[in-house]
């Protein structure tokens, strides 16, 4: 998938919307998203009502292309606080430009009702967070759902007629061997969904699964048998028709998350909510992430910010290219000048004719790509350009 100009004009002008909504009905062991289980529902209307505020202040005159609804866990909201927020972004922010609009959810809190509120205000693209097919790994990961339960939401947004529906799957768990997660490859493409994002379970500090591993208690996989999955991943979701655009997500032609593309180009977005970060031409922003501080900054009618920094030309292309090459088509170099102000030819010309040389990337046509051959080992491809 090359781009087309539509992407290129989100990727030069277009700006994107992000909105975190923090709450989770259980804290999952392996995640450090800012996200909170056990606040009540009276709390998270007033964090509601100051996202709102927060758009107020800092949404004036946009008009988002793609808009994404993540978190945390959207669908946590109660149906009138659901309500209450699609209704009020919309009254705030002009979605007439809008071209995807994706929300996340999880199957416990996936209701129809609930569904049917975010069709109504307009969203099209679901991804659900499935994680996993096998019970012990849903345990493992302390998700709050059964693997029935999350056939069934997946079934209830089909019928709720959401235009795409995508599935957020985790491989690399401990313990779980190649077979098994080909096993839960294939039982998620019975489901027929439009997109799949594969992510390889991560041991971030600062959660519980990280203290785990540090006290002995878990084990990581073996990096080979990681790859393998990847490489197994990528093979079998082809057959099934779903191309691999980027490392670990796969879609149906056309089905791909505009939103995240726009990250992995280093476009623009705002994001709202307690801890998200915003990037605007170079400036980036992260607000607040306890809520405590996000609602007084808001109270007082501030930008609830809390860390603020602009990025100079070499530093935004060398990202520009960290992100731009998990993309399967590449980055086109020309674009990164343009955009970032930094030549990538001249920055990276000792570091580019080797890895060429050394099949890590492919250059051709004022692109470059990583080859399939080399994709497991794109982080450490990527890493170099920092
Ligand atoms: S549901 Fe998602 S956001 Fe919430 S704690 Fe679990 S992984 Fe984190």
């Known amino acids: 998938m090359r781009s087309t100009e539509k992407d290129n004009y989100l990727y030069n002008n277009g700006l994107s919307l992000y909105a975190h909504i923090p709450f989770c009905v259980v804290k999952c062991g392996y995640c450090d998203f800012n996200s909170f289980s056990g606040v009540e529902e009276e709390l998270q209307a007033t964090v509601i009502q100051a996202?709102?505020?927060?758009?107020?202040?800092?949404?004036?005159?946009?008009?988002?292309?793609?808009?994404f609804l993540g978190g945390g866990t959207p669908?946590?909201?109660?149906?009138?606080?659901?309500?209450?927020?699609?209704?009020?972004?919309?009254?705030?922010?002009?979605?007439?430009?809008?071209?995807?609009?994706s929300c996340e959810?999880?199957?416990?809190?996936?209701?129809?009702?609930?569904?049917?509120?975010?069709?109504?205000?307009?969203?099209?693209?679901?991804?659900?967070?499935?994680?996993s097919f096998n019970e012990d790994r849903l345990r493992f990961l302390d998700r709050a759902h059964g693997v029935e339960e999350a056939i069934a939401a997946f079934e209830r947004a089909r019928q709720t007629g959401f235009d795409s529906l995508s599935?957020?799957?985790?491989?690399?768990?401990?313990?779980?061997?190649?077979?098994?997660w080909q096993d839960e490859l294939q039982q998620a493409l019975l489901l027929k969904p439009d997109h799949i994002s594969c992510s390889?379970?991560?041991?971030?500090?600062?959660?519980?699964?990280?203290?785990?591993?540090?006290?002995?208690?878990?084990?990581?996989?073996?990096?080979?048998?990681?790859?393998?999955?990847?490489?197994?991943?990528?093979?079998?979701?082809?057959?099934?028709?779903?191309t691999a655009y980027e490392i670990s997500n796969f879609s149906r032609s056309g089905m791909e998350c505009r939103h995240n593309i726009h990250?992995?180009?280093?476009?623009?977005?705002?994001?709202?909510?307690?801890?998200?970060?915003?990037?605007?031409?170079?400036?980036?922003q992260s607000n607040l992430r306890p809520i405590p501080s996000y609602l007084n900054a808001l109270q007082d009618q501030a930008c609830p910010v809390a860390t603020a920094e602009t990025l100079s030309p070499?530093?935004?292309?060398?990202?520009?290219?960290?992100?731009?090459?998990?993309?399967?088509?590449?980055?086109?170099?020309?674009?990164?000048?343009?955009?970032?102000?930094?030549?990538?030819?001249?920055?990276?010309?000792?570091?580019i004719p080797g890895m060429v040389a050394e099949g890590q990337v492919v250059q051709e046509a004022g692109w470059i790509r990583i080859p399939e051959a080399a994709i497991p080992l794109a982080d450490r491809i990527t890493a170099q350009f920092l």
């Open 263 to 284: 990250y992995w180009q280093a476009g623009s977005y705002l994001g709202i909510g307690p801890g998200a970060s915003s990037h605007r031409r170079g400036i980036r």
């Open 51 to 67: 996202m709102l505020r927060e758009l107020e202040l800092r949404g004036k005159n946009l008009q988002p292309r793609t808009v």
């Open 314 to 351: 070499e530093h935004r292309c060398r990202e520009a290219m960290w992100l731009g090459l998990r993309l399967t088509q590449g980055v086109e170099l020309a674009r990164i000048t343009t955009l970032t102000g930094a030549d990538p030819s001249e920055l990276f010309a000792d570091l």
């Open 105 to 131: 959810a999880n199957p416990e809190s996936a209701s129809s009702e609930k569904l049917a509120i975010l069709r109504e205000h307009g969203v099209r693209r679901l991804s659900l967070g499935v994680q």
């Open 75 to 101: 669908t946590h909201l109660s149906p009138t606080l659901l309500q209450t927020f699609l209704l009020g972004l919309r009254e705030r922010v002009d979605l007439s430009q809008v071209e995807e609009y």
């Open 200 to 242: 390889h379970l991560t041991f971030e500090s600062g959660t519980q699964l990280h203290v785990d591993l540090a006290k002995g208690r878990v084990q990581e996989i073996p990096e080979e048998q990681g790859r393998s999955m990847l490489i197994e991943t990528r093979q079998q979701l082809a057959e099934a028709g779903l």
């Open 167 to 180: 599935l957020d799957l985790i491989f690399g768990i401990p313990g779980q061997a190649l077979e098994q």
